[in-house]
């Protein structure tokens, strides 16, 4: 059932002692299904329908579910956001929080944008102050030790706010690729700052204690700053605080200042989300053609009540994060396998008719969930602060004040055995270097049985792509390299029309590299930022290939 790659991996961080693949879904099916008893469902029932779509591999819910479930201190979220206020107090009380949330294995996400620049003087101490920088390395270094006795590495994202005054320091952190290695860096876009870009005007810089400006300067400048950063290096992403705000649907609860790490999830302080994806894969209908709709609505109905249960079973690291969680009931249900998909569907990734198809596939299944959500809500009463929130005005009670995210699924698709998230294959033929450094190498077998099913499977495809990780050299004919073209021959503006298509259908936000070629100029980055921005995305990461010494994925098996 499972493959070889997803049994390593399973065995390395997942399974227990003496467990199998299937104990471990009978445990997380059984523990999370017990929530059903006092909400008075059917606990037996729940509890089979769980472990057939996790065991099918039609869904997985994210990896702290699978690790933690039926443990004591069962933590099953991946996703948090802590503040982080203007004070040396505040400041180490939050960083103890994340090593207390990087030990039950969740990753975490702040804004640094309170944070007082630096050399800004400390009016108790008359000293100056080092600023926000100086506080990620501290964090950094924290993440560094915490991260041996955790189930997984500690991740975490930090948010500077483009018009904080340490901004190109943030911006350009990184050019010293030994720092920050535990952290992803995202700068919070303001509309007014892509204005001033548009328009190409200067743009002021202000305290954030004081509101008043301390410089101003080109934004054209910074953005192109931003671009050439992106461009050697793949950081920093950028985060569009508007847009993401807009869709705020609690607004009466705060504000979003950041997101979790792979910044999927916009989040308000303390709060924690859990997350999970259908395996699109697994939901082509029998003639081939197109999706089986019915089934994947009957997974999504179960992997929504799955999920709100979770928040109920859940274990909660601190106080704060099971007050903030509890009130909203957030859930992420995304995708993984869309790639996949496309390629049974003999359809080109970079095609118009992909991008309707992913647009289609969200709209669907974000129905299909607030449905579930509805339901759910009916019995178990809506989330508590729906008093106020955006649905209050519109579809009425709902149980959950978001239902869909899409993740990266790093592991997950790892274990279900597809291509992760809505991202391209990156190789049709790939070595990964996960876990520390194992090196897993597989032929990617939706390609083989493509090209099989075609008798286009010749001695001479297989060996390219054994070799170059693609079918761009080969005699094949154009569709066909079209269909298996791999992300960095799929032009970069498809890649951003599929995160923007996911994003309309989407509560929460997506996580997607937007994949270059080498050959890319800075101009282009700065391109692709605008163009994320104008169609809507809530935010936008970009990798050029080669930019980075070691890469994560690596093109091609070691012939
Ligand atoms: O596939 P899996 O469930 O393991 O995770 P993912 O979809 O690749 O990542 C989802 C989220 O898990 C990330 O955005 C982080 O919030 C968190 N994560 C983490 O904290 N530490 C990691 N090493 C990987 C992911």
Not at 39 to 47: L, Y
Not at 331 to 348: K, R, S, Y
Request: with cysteine.
């Amino acid at each position: 059932m499972l493959s070889g790659e997803a049994m390593t991996v399973l065995n390395a961080r997942y399974l227990r002692e003496g467990e199998t693949p299937e104990k471990m879904f009978w445990r997380v099916a059984e523990y999370v299904a017990e929530a059903e008893a006092f909400h008075g469902g059917d606990k037996q029932a729940a509890c089979q329908e769980y472990y057939d779509i996790m065991a099918g591999l039609e869904f997985l819910p994210n990896s702290p579910t699978l690790m933690n479930a039926g443990r004591k201190q069962a933590q099953m979220a991946a996703c948090f956001v802590l503040p982080v206020d203007d004070s040396l107090g505040d400041i180490f009380d939050t960083l103890k929080h994340a090593a207390l949330i990087h030990q039950s294995g969740g990753g975490t996400g702040f804004s640094f944008s309170r944070i007082r620049p630096k050399g800004d003087r400390i009016s108790g101490t008359n000293g100056l102050a080092s600023g926000p920088v100086s506080f990620l390395h501290v964090y950094d270094a924290a993440t560094e030790v915490v991260r041996q006795g955790a189930v997984r590495r500690g991740a975490n994202m930090a948010v500077l706010r483009v018009d904080h005054p340490d901004i190109e320091e943030f911006i350009t952190v990184k050019r010293d690729r030994t720092v920050l290695n535990n952290f992803n860096l995202s700068v919070g876009i303001t509309d007014a700052f892509m204005a001033a870009v548009a328009q190409d005007r200067s743009f002021a810089l202000v305290h954030p204690r004081t509101g008043r400006t301390v410089r101003q300067v080109p934004a054209r400048r910074l953005f192109d700053l931003m671009a050439a950063m992106a461009w050697e290096n793949g950081e920093p992403g950028l985060f569009f605080l508007d847009t993401v705000n807009r869709a705020n649907p609690t607004p009466h609860l705060g504000i979003f200042e950041a997101p979790n790490p792979c910044s999927e999830q916009p989040l308000l302080a303390y709060e924690s989300c859990v997350l999970g994806s259908v395996n699109l894969a697994k939901m082509v209908a029998a003639d081939g053609q197109g999706l089986d709709y019915d089934r994947l609505s009957g997974v999504v109905r179960r992997a929504v009540r799955f999920l709100d249960n979770v928040i109920d079973r859940n274990w909660y690291p601190l106080p704060a994060v099971a007050e903030a969680t509890l009130r909203t009931r957030k859930i992420g249900l995304g995708i993984m396998g869309l790639a996949d998909l496309f390629i049974m569907l003999d359809i080109p990734y970079g095609s118009k008719q992909a991008v309707l198809l992913t647009a289609d596939i969200m709209r669907f299944i974000t129905a299909e969930a607030r449905r579930e959500s509805a339901r759910l809500a009916a019995k178990r009463g809506p989330f508590p602060a729906y008093p106020g929130s955006i649905y209050e005005h519109s579809i009425g009670p709902v149980r959950n004040a978001t239902v869909t995210t899409i993740a990266p699924t790093g592991t997950i698709s790892i274990i279900a055995n597809c291509s992760s998230g809505i991202e391209p294959l990156f190789a049709l033929a790939f070595s990964r270097h996960v876990l520390g450094g194992q090196v897993l190498a597989s032929i990617n077998p939706t390609v083989l049985a493509y090209l099989d099913k075609r008798g286009l499977l010749t001695a001479d495809v297989e060996e390219a792509i054994k070799r170059q990780g693609s079918v761009r050299n080969t005699g094949l004919a154009y569709h066909v390299k079209q269909v298996l073209a791999t992300a960095h021959e799929i032009r970069p503006v498809w890649h951003v029309a599929h995160l923007a298509a996911a994003q309309r259908y989407t509560d929460n936000a997506v996580s997607k590299t937007v994949n270059l070629p080498h050959k890319v100029t800075p101009q282009d980055v700065a391109r692709i930022f605008s163009l994320a921005y104008r169609s809507g995305c809530k935010g936008v990461t970009v990798y050029r290939d080669g930019s980075r010494n070691q890469q994560v994925l690596v093109q091609g098996v070691a012939a």
